[in-house]
């Protein structure tokens, strides 16, 4: 079936580790996005790409860095500049044209810094 | 930025009840909103769109209303059910970003 595929859903780190979330869709999106949601919180954009090898910087990224090689693929990953790193991050593809489309989320990744 | 708001009080209601929940937006007003569902510890799912230059739309039991000179838009589920028990967050779409409300979450008592 056609979606985001998002892994690991849980994650453990020790402080001072970097560590990346992959996130894979298949379903032919060309543009892609990072979210992080803490408790009680809205979405809040991390990074987004509108096409293979480019990408921006959202509304909190420092301490975090991405890459888009490949279409189907937007990794995330976290770096020890990250500050409170342990939050519910989610990807997603934006599907329709740019006047109607809608986001397709994955199922989420889970990080905890121990 | 775009800010964004909802109510962050849970919405309890009977079920058979019309839920009706509220986003507020301030700035600019967005090219289209958007209202999607998240159950606890899953990702968003879209529901319904709707574009600046309409007043209504309705899909199903849902029904979603955009005043762009309130700067408001009005989601309503009507003949509620237990089932539609989830936090409800709205989204604005300008200049290839989505911005995010925090949510609402609706309780339907059975």
């Known amino acids: 079936d056609g979606g985001i595929t998002q892994s690991p859903k849980y994650l453990f780190r020790k402080e001072g580790q970097n560590v990346t979330l992959s996130c894979e869709q298949n379903?032919?999106?060309?543009?892609m996005y990072w979210y992080r949601q803490d408790p009680g919180q809205g979405l809040r954009l991390i990074y987004y790409?509108?096409?293979?090898?480019?990408?921006q910087k959202g509304d909190i990224a420092e301490g975090y860095s991405v890459s888009r090689e490949k279409k189907e693929s937007f990794p995330l990953t976290v770096t020890s500049a990250q500050k409170n790193p342990t939050a519910f991050y989610l990807c997603?593809?934006?599907?329709?044209?740019?006047?109607?489309?809608?986001?397709?989320f994955g199922e989420g990744s889970r990080l905890t810094v121990l | 930025s775009q800010k964004i708001e909802q109510n962050s009080e849970a919405l309890n209601i009977q079920e058979g009840k019309t839920a009706t929940l509220t986003c507020n937006y301030t700035n600019y007003s967005p090219a289209y909103l958007q209202w999607y569902r998240q159950d606890p510890g899953r990702g968003p799912v879209f529901l319904l769109l709707?574009?600046?230059?309409?007043k209504e739309k309705r899909k199903e039991r849902l029904k979603v209303t955009f005043d762009t000179t309130l700067k408001q838009s009005l989601f309503h589920i009507t003949a509620s059910q237990p089932a539609d028990s989830a936090t409800y967050l709205c989204a604005l779409y300008n200049f290839n970003k989505f911005y995010f409300g925090s949510g609402t979450k609706l309780n339907v008592k059975p």
């Open positions: 709707i574009r600046e230059n309409e």
């Open positions: 997603a593809s934006r599907g329709g044209t740019r006047n109607t489309g809608e986001l397709f």
């Open positions: 790409s509108q096409i293979v090898n480019d990408f």
């Open positions: 379903l032919n999106h060309d543009a």
